[in-house]
């Protein structure tokens, strides 16, 4: 169509004008975005900046390095073991199930844990490494690595685990870890982030758990960069932890490993404690377990065994335990009459077999009776009658205050688990306890430590050692906390007259070296070493009068778990003591004939710093010690201090 | 013949006409591709072959296409205006019957040589379809109710067509070039008022009808109106796209984190980088001063078209080019607006920058045509 000039003039001013209007207003927008994109970029840009380092940034904790733990002289008991892991990576394998089934046929893989690790693989995110065969051994490691070719996406590791090279010796002492549980976290006000990792192994009893927070050091972080998906693509930056710290304990690891291989099969414990500092020499119970069982998740199996054995592995005899103290207990009746001035050295008894009182009579262990005994003699054969008799004129509340300076009836603060704190009964006690008033038959059965009195075998060291040593000597297990030596103050003196301390030593010193005692047999020759002790045979139930009548059963016709504990105490040397031994065997008859050369055996071992030489023993005895020395099954340290502090594995 | 109102003895032939194409506008397009390629490059994680070196090959041809197109007479193009419309209708029609679904829209076409995506022809041919019509139309009946419902109509067909697929973002844009043509062609204020006014009224009713039967918009498409209206009511859902942009946006500063130090690129925070959210990338990789004069580039484009379109005495050939400059213009602008926040996520790719062949080579194209217009105007 033909258009005027006139039109398309006009056309083209219209055009031209609303162009530039368009051109215009297009402008504005352009400004706008301009203008928004200033707000956002310069004016908001630190905040988006923040959020999108939030985005990136991820920060993971880094588990620090367990402290260790080691003996008095440096030997491991508690270690950070390698171990050998194998991971799959879904995104590298491909074909989890094939790369599965290859892995399978060259290391032995249980099925189960074939389905369970693919299963695992599918569902979590492809580049997550998932760990298919925990605690392998060196081979089986090396075979993966070998066949890597084949095995896309599997990936041998290196991971650190607790050990315990000493095994069954220090289960009881220093306990074990294990992974952690909700009980754990919820006692726990503000747990530990670090407790929230996988796989992360914190002590659940023992000095693993007493000493945790030193043990376990604080966490490291790493701030990484992770992608939309999660994927950590590098480190940003990495501060290490700091590792836990190490401790040095008290218990030297030989004479540990002497006690309990000492105890055998036997349920029964030993403690054994430097008299000068009060450091423990050795806290042995026995039987005892494997805590590498425990760090590796016990089986169901292996953990009935433990529980249904009657001999209770578990348990820590040595502090755990609370025993009748039986004869061990005179020395405290005795240290109490002296102290009421009731007697002295000298003052005699008349023991005609038994001690009648209102009626009722309480027998002396010899029916036949002791004749007059002085406090020397009346130890020396544990006449029960001369107890019975000062006890009645000392009191309960007397006898109980002198236990307690001895440190019975108190709870010794050790970093172990379930300490007792025993009983050491008094007229207060007994009302508060049982809503009961004190009779006079109390008296009389505690002052030979049978009836409510209760003491661990610990709490029987510390008192022998407090005897010895007249002062208050305070037991402690950890000698150092990383390099810094725990401080040890020279205990301050017993308030107790240091005569009657005498007088009870020379009594002790009595049981154990003169003819016809009841701690003869157990003497120690050599003049060095010569050794003051006392034994103890408690019952764990009532003579009935029928039985009584037909005489008394001797312990081997009762079933074991009727039959007398048997205990010893002791120190040496005599004229400077050094260390002090308590032994109880639970059910094991007679205290001077079954504790009693445990404890002689043990206090060589320590002060001899060797297998106990044959010449302390008396000559008549030695060829019977030597065949039982040589029978023990001692581990083998590989010579003196020859595996000091190991930590890694080559 | 219409032909015949040109000059033809000033109009440049042959091989001359090289010399008065409109370079400079060239050299602009060219610009924006090349911050394209740029981009393509860092968001694939510093690869080539991705997507920079496919685009980089489809901006060769679409380049050759662009003189090919602006050689060829621009009456011609106006001659052929009203059959590439039906044709594109036709195609339109066809993609609604059978095309192939992507991205929970029925929008391409398998040509079996190349996938077409017939909306964006679409927005080429509706632009020079209307020019046609007002180059055809006597210019005082321009205002006139009936010529105007015309132009409206063949505006609202395609409309139809696309919101049916559906694809609102397209939609707005063939609306938008449409509504410029005619508004250039010098249709009165009054029917934009009441236009715009109904528009107005007609998003009111489509708030409104949500969750009735007659529900006018699909749920994710009312879901998409709700996150854009507040963003952190979904952070990890519908609304996680448009936060992740925001972040990667502010965070880059004056001059941004550097080229290829984007972590919200780099670390696959950012949605669609390459494509909806290229533009994100590139503000936090090189920050205001980077985005700022990628907007200059396209401001630079849209203005060297409205000189040339103003020069032009030929109406076809000024209304063709201001609708080409207005529709380039609405394709950065709502895609801009949107990963700034300011408008839904309407999937609009950032024109000649985000990665997709078939919308950069209908750009071309409507370049050529751009180019033809100016080679071959009236002197």
Not at chain 1, 373 to 383: E, I, R
Not at chain 1, 593 to 614: H, N
Not at chain 2, 251 to 265: F, H, I, K
Request: hydrophobic share 45%; glycine share 8%; proline share 5%.
């Amino acid at each position: 169509m033909k258009r005027s000039a006139r039109d398309t003039d006009d056309s083209a001013r219209t055009i031209t004008r609303r162009a530039l209007f368009m051109g215009g207003a297009m402008s504005a927008v352009v400004a706008v975005l301009g203008a928004r994109l200033r707000y956002m970029q310069v004016d908001q840009a630190d905040q988006f900046r923040m959020l999108a380092e939030e985005n990136r940034v991820s920060i993971r904790l880094i588990p620090p390095n367990r402290g260790q733990i080691f003996d008095r002289n440096g030997r491991l008991i508690a270690g950070n073991e390698q171990n050998y892991r194998v991971v799959i990576t879904r995104e590298d394998a491909g074909d989890v199930e094939e790369v599965m089934h290859r892995l399978a046929q060259v290391i032995p893989l249980p099925p189960e844990s074939i389905r369970h690790s693919i299963e695992e693989s599918k569902k979590r995110s492809a580049f997550v490494p998932i760990v298919v065969a925990d605690r392998i051994s060196w081979d089986d490691m090396s075979k993966v690595a070998i066949n890597a070719p084949s095995l896309p996406g599997v990936t041998p590791e290196v991971g650190l685990s607790r050990a315990y090279p000493l095994d069954t010796d220090f289960a009881h002492i220093v306990g074990y870890v294990g992974p952690v549980s909700d009980r754990d976290l919820a006692a726990q006000e503000t747990p530990d982030p670090l407790l929230q990792i996988p796989q992360f192994q914190i002590g659940k009893i023992g000095v693993e758990t007493w000493m945790e927070d030193t043990l376990r050091g604080s966490a490291g972080n790493r701030r990484i960069e992770v992608n939309a998906v999660g994927r950590v693509m590098r480190e940003l930056e990495r501060i290490e932890g700091q590792a836990g710290a190490d401790l040095r304990l008290t218990i030297d690891a030989e004479v540990q490993n002497f006690c309990q291989a000492r105890l055998g099969s036997e349920s029964a414990s030993v403690v054994a404690i430097d008299v000068t500092n009060g450091d423990l020499l050795a806290v042995a119970s026995a039987p005892s377990f494997d805590p590498n069982l425990f760090v590796r998740g016990i089986s169901y199996k292996d953990y009935a065994v433990l529980t249904e054995n009657d001999h209770r592995p578990l348990s820590n005899k040595s502090v755990q335990g609370a025993y009748p103290p039986g004869s061990t207990f005179k020395m405290v009746t005795a240290i109490a009459a002296m102290e009421a001035g009731i007697i002295n050295a000298n003052t005699t008894v008349y023991c005609p077999g038994y001690y009648e009182l209102g009626g009722r009579r309480f027998h002396c262990h010899s029916r036949g009776g002791h004749g007059h005994v002085n406090l020397d003699t009346a130890l020396g054969k544990s006449c029960d009658v001369y107890f019975y008799d000062i006890s009645q004129k000392v009191g309960i509340d007397k006898m109980a205050e002198v236990g307690r300076k001895l440190g019975l009836g108190e709870r010794h603060d050790l970093p172990m688990s379930a300490i007792t704190e025993g009983i050491m009964p008094d007229k207060a006690w007994k009302s508060e306890r049982y809503g009961q008033e004190w009779r006079i038959g109390d008296t009389i059965n505690a002052s030979i430590g049978q009836g409510y009195v209760l003491a661990s075998p610990l709490q029987l060291a510390v008192m022998t050692a407090r005897i010895a040593s007249g002062r208050q000597v305070l037991p402690r297990l950890v000698r150092s906390i990383g390099d810094q030596e725990v401080p040890v103050a020279e205990a301050a003196p017993l308030d107790i007259n240091p005569a009657w301390l005498r007088a009870v030593r020379e009594g002790m010193h009595t049981v154990s070296n003169k003819q016809h005692m009841t701690g003869y047999s157990n003497r120690i020759v050599d003049p060095a070493m010569i050794m003051a002790g006392k034994s103890g045979t408690s019952q764990v139930r009532n003579i009935t009068a029928a039985e009584r009548a037909r005489g008394v059963i001797s312990n081997d016709q009762l079933p074991w778990n009727r039959r007398d504990h048997a205990l010893f105490v002791g120190y040496a040397p005599y004229d400077n003591p050094k260390v002090a031994v308590a032994c109880v065997v639970e059910h094991g008859g007679g205290g001077s004939t079954v504790a009693g050369p445990i404890v002689r055996d043990v206090l060589i071992r320590i002060l001899a710093g060797k297998m106990p030489p044959l010449t302390a023993y008396p000559e008549s005895q030695r060829a019977r010690i030597e065949t039982a020395l040589s029978e023990l099954k001692l581990r083998d340290f590989g010579g003196p201090l020859a595996t000091v502090a190991s930590n890694s594995r080559a | 013949m219409s032909f015949l109102e040109y000059r033809l003895q000033t109009v440049p032939t042959g091989l001359r006409k090289v010399l008065h194409l409109n370079w400079a506008l060239i050299l602009l397009l060219t610009a924006v591709c090349s911050v394209g390629w740029l981009m393509l490059y860092s968001v694939a994680g510093g690869d080539l072959s991705t997507w920079a070196e496919p685009q980089m090959k489809r901006f060769a041809v679409g380049l050759t296409i662009m003189i090919a197109v602006g050689f060829v007479p621009i009456w011609f193009w106006r001659n052929i205006s009203a059959v590439a419309y039906l044709i594109s209708v036709g195609l339109l029609v066809t993609v609604d019957l059978m095309g192939h679904v992507g991205m929970g829209a029925q929008r391409w076409l398998n040509l079996g040589f190349i996938m077409l995506q017939p909306s964006e022809l679409m927005k080429i041919t509706l632009v020079m379809m209307l020019a046609a019509y007002y180059d055809w139309l006597d210019v005082k009946r321009t205002s006139r109710p009936l010529w105007v419902l015309i132009p409206v109509l063949l505006i609202l067909i395609p409309v139809a067509l696309v919101l049916v697929q559906p694809d609102l973002g397209t939609a707005i844009l063939l609306m938008g070039g449409g509504a410029v043509v005619m508004f250039c062609a010098g249709v009165s204020w009054i029917y934009f008022a009441v236009v715009i006014g109904g528009g107005a009224a007609l998003i009111a009713a489509v708030l409104a009808s949500r969750g009735t039967p007659w529900q006018m918009l699909r749920d994710y498409q009312y879901k998409r109106i709700d996150t854009f209206l507040d963003p952190s009511t979904d952070p990890l859902g519908a609304g996680y796209h448009i936060s992740q942009a925001k972040i990667a946006l502010g965070s880059g500063g004056w001059t941004g984190r550097g080229y290829m130090q984007g972590t919200q690129s780099r670390l696959n925070f950012l949605p669609e980088k390459h494509t909806d959210f290229i533009f994100t990338s590139l503000a936090e990789e090189f920050g205001f001063v980077g985005a700022c004069s990628l907007l200059a580039l396209y401001a630079l484009i849209i203005a060297f078209c409205i000189s040339s379109a103003i020069q032009n005495k030929d109406r076809f050939a000024s209304l063709v080019t201001l609708g080409i400059a207005a529709s380039f213009f609405f394709l950065f602008a709502v895609n801009m607006l949107m990963v700034m926040g300011f408008a839904p996520v309407v999937g609009v790719p950032l024109p000649l920058v985000s990665y997709g062949g078939s919308a950069m080579m209908v750009l071309l194209t409507a370049f050529g045509i751009v180019q033809s217009a100016h080679v071959h105007r009236p002197r």
